[in-house]
């Protein structure tokens, strides 16, 4: 596995020690756990929107086939 080093205000620092502590986790773990939700959620979102935009125009699609 690589690590990287991500700057972070002290501000959301403390905020990233609060919610991992609410969660009995490590704040690095909180922060891996967070990205790679973001990624997977990510794709679910852009998958919905294809979808829409696929469905939405599927009669202007077939005309232009």
Known sequence: M???LVPISEEKLEELKRRATEYNIAPERLAQV???EMLI???EKF???LDYV???NEELYQRLA
């Open 2 to 4: 690589t690590s990287i």
């Open 34 to 36: 967070t990205i790679e």
């Open 41 to 43: 959620h990510k794709d």
């Open 47 to 49: 998958n919905r929107a």
């Open 54 to 56: 696929l469905a939405k």
